[in-house]
């Protein structure tokens, strides 16, 4: 069952995953005063480097969270059916 919980906490992470670029390319680009947007990629230079591009991806990334947040949202459901059933299996051994 171990094994099975750190699986299921691995894909909801990648579920997450999306979401969480875009929150940190906002984070990074308001920290660096550049413009992060849907309608493009703007020059945000840091440290030297243009990282407009970078920021728009993670910005859009977003999207995808369409599809992965409710894939995460049946796994969640699954896991839980999961613990719930070894809950039980377990009570039920012990007395």
């Known amino acids: 069952m ?4 750190w699986l299921f ?7 997450a995953l ?3 670029a875009m929150l940190a ?3 990074v680009g308001d920290a660096a005063g ?3 947007d849907e309608s493009g990629a703007h020059p945000c230079v840091i440290f030297g480097a243009d990282v407009g591009g970078t920021l728009y991806a993670g910005f859009t990334s977003a999207w995808y969270s369409f599809v ?15 613990e ?5 299996v ?3 051994r012990a007395g």
């Open 2 to 5: 171990k094994a099975l919980r």
């Open 90 to 92: 377990r009570r039920r």
């Open 34 to 36: 550049c413009r992060v």
């Open 84 to 88: 719930a059933t070894s809950f039980i």
């Open 9 to 15: 906490a691995v894909v909801i992470f990648l579920c």
């Open 25 to 27: 390319a906002t984070t």
């Open 18 to 20: 999306p979401v969480l």
């Open 68 to 82: 992965t947040l409710p894939v995460g949202a049946v796994v969640a459901f699954i896991w839980l059916a999961a």
